[in-house]
């Protein structure tokens, strides 16, 4: 990552960052004021004592370079580590979904599409692949699902797949399916007879 007038950025510099701002759902102004401010989080990203972390829209630019692509690649790399080193058991692997908000004013999104021929707020959206979604009948959501697979007793994530979120869950189980641990178990989203045979099939 390139800045005007300066050194590049180191690479893991800039990565590690990202793995806070996905657990910590953090903005890049967030992210930018807590690896200035908070110790633990300089010390995880590797910044000098009296080192500046780059600023939130170098975040922005670098995340954009890596793509979707890149950012799978870097998953399965660390996820092929831990197997390596033994932390994924293989015991039970638990298949489950987690609503993610997309970053969108959707009050603003609905009135720009007032008069739109078929009065459709995405079409108005500044993120154009977010969809209204349910976690259940009482929460409605704007923006992705992510599904995944989860090591049982380590909690480590093992397959990752994101889909709109009006998508239906049970489409993307064979996606996170991971066949190696013993036992499968996945909530009723999943349920569908294509599910079972394929976790028969695996002898799970």
């Not at 580590?81 to 979904?97: E, H, R, T």
């Not at 977010?130 to 009948?137: D, L």
Request: glycine content about 6%.
């Amino acid at each position: 990552m390139y800045k005007r007038g300066r050194d590049a950025y180191n690479p893991v510099m800039m990565f590690k960052p990202l793995v806070l701002q996905f657990l910590f759902d953090f903005s890049d102004r967030a992210l930018e004021e807590s690896a200035r401010d908070r110790i633990s989080f300089r010390w995880f990203i590797g910044l000098d004592p009296l080192e500046s972390p780059p600023d939130h829209t170098a975040y922005c630019r670098f995340r954009e370079r890596l793509a979707p692509e890149t950012i799978k690649r870097l998953f399965d790399d660390i996820v092929e580590q831990a197997y390596d080193m033994g932390l994924v058991l293989d015991k039970l692997s638990i298949v489950d979904s987690t609503d993610v908000t997309a970053k969108v004013n959707t009050y603003r999104m609905s009135e720009k599409s007032k008069g739109d021929v078929n009065d459709d707020p995405t079409s108005s959206s500044p993120d154009p692949d977010a969809r209204f979604g349910h976690k259940n009948k009482k929460k409605p959501f704007f923006g992705y699902k992510c599904h995944a697979s989860m090591d049982a007793d380590t909690g480590i994530l093992t397959r990752i797949e994101v889909s709109p979120g009006d998508e239906h869950d049970s489409k993307f189980f064979s996606a996170v399916h991971d066949p190696y641990p013993d036992a499968v178990t996945a909530d009723k989203g999943y349920d569908s007879a294509e599910n079972f045979d394929l976790i028969e099939e695996g002898g799970q």
